[in-house]
């Protein structure tokens, strides 16, 4: 089975790893904070807190907003489930917008209209590495005084109009999940320029203890333990030097894809707009036919290839559908669900299989 995503290992990151296992430290050692030095050196940002996973990261982040029960924040139904799931246990309301047909990120131009007066944050999600519009959404959160808590568990790598992501956003958050463009087994990070952020995160991350003015420790704050151990930020460091040759390994991937699928009018590849670079974290076809996707799905799964679906509307799932949401209408989420598949992307994918994958999928259209 050619799996969706896979990470790439090399004699490197186990040199990595094992250096630290006969170190000292396992955890709380010094290759958590060399790590995130390099990913806020990478993204251009001060601060880099690294935590055990996106989902605990983007708790983190939301927390360290001061997100609590009854804020509203808007974001996109076209996520995982993570990103809403985080507001949901702060007892926050995810306000779902409509997403953008050509990127299949939130619209930033129906984001206005969903402002309340219990709306704090706006979450944008960089879906499938692809940053949002953050010049537009900048400057709606700068006018209604919200957060932006940039979900950008996708895009670690990407671009916006010359800039890192991981530098757009007041808070950004990264999954390092072995499908994510580096990874350190489980893991995550929060991203910020504010210190009053960073203080919180690093607080929160380890059980709200800190040293009180005689050296002891002190319980301040109802933290967590939300710690990465050394072990995996040895194999983050590794992963980092090699971010942009992956970023640019997905980037070959999907101009396979594009060259081999041009003449496959049955379906619609995904866009890169003009102004950014994608981290091209998964690459999603959609098909022109709604009928078509699951006969194509079980047809591409029967010849060994790892498709999959990114994502079922956050709204629609059965826990969500019980909750009292205010959902707006999303007709385009809505569509985009019921023709989106994805198919396999990662770095070392070869000519060979995207071939393959090609000349399955055109097997299924009878091409
Ligand atoms: C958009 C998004 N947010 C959050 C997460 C959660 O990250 P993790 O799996 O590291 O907890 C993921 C992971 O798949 C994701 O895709």
């Known amino acids: ?35 995130e030095n390099g990913l806020a050196n990478y993204c251009g940002v001060k601060y880099a807190v690294a935590a055990s996973s996106g989902t605990a990261a983007l708790h983190l982040a939301y927390l360290a907003a001061g997100l609590k029960k009854g804020d509203e924040v808007i974001t996109t139904p076209n996520t995982f489930v993570a990103t809403t799931n985080m507001l949901l246990v702060l ?28 709306t704090k944050a706006i979450v944008p999600v960089d879906f499938a590495g692809q940053p949002c519009e953050y010049q537009k959404i900048r400057s709606l959160a700068k006018k209604h005084k919200l957060l932006i808590i940039a979900d950008a568990c996708h895009a670690l790598g990407a671009n916006y109009r010359g800039a890192k992501v991981g530098s757009l956003a007041d808070l950004t958050v990264f999954s390092f999940h072995p499908v994510k463009s580096i990874t350190t087994g489980e893991g995550g990070a929060v991203l910020t320029n504010h210190k ?11 059980h709200g203890v800190e040293k009180d003015q005689n050296g002891f420790n002190v319980m301040t704050k109802l933290g967590f333990n939300y710690r990465l151990t050394d072990i995996q930020a040895a194999l983050g460091l590794s992963q980092l030097k090699k971010l942009d040759r992956f ?41 022109k036919n709604v009928k078509d996707r699951l006969p194509l799905y079980n047809f591409l799964k029967k010849n060994g290839i790892g498709v999959n679906f990114h994502y079922p509307t956050v709204y629609s799932q059965p826990y969500y559908q019980k909750l009292d949401l205010k959902i707006t209408n999303c007709p385009k989420a809505d569509h985009y669900s019921q023709t989106a598949m994805t198919l396999p992307l990662y770095p070392n994918l070869t000519q060979t299989k995207v071939k393959y994958i090609v000349n399955v999928i055109k097997q299924y259209y009878r091409l």
């Open 1 to 35: 089975m050619i799996s969706y995503g896979s990470q790439s290992i090399d004699r490197n990151d186990v040199q990595a790893v094992t250096t630290t296992l006969k170190s000292k430290w396992l955890t709380q050692g010094p290759k958590v904070q060399e790590f």
């Open 196 to 206: 009053n952020f960073y203080d919180q995160l690093l607080l929160l991350r380890s």
């Open 247 to 287: 970023i640019a390994k997905r980037h070959q991937v999907v101009n396979w894809y594009r060259k081999y699928l041009s003449d496959c009018l049955e379906i619609t590849l995904p866009e890169e707009i003009p102004s950014s670079r994608s981290a091209w974290h998964i690459f999603v076809i959609r098909v």
């Open 91 to 118: 007892g926050a309301k995810p306000v779902f917008g409509d997403i953008r047909l050509d990127t299949y990120n939130l619209d930033e131009s129906k984001i206005a209209k969903l402002i309340t007066k219990k």
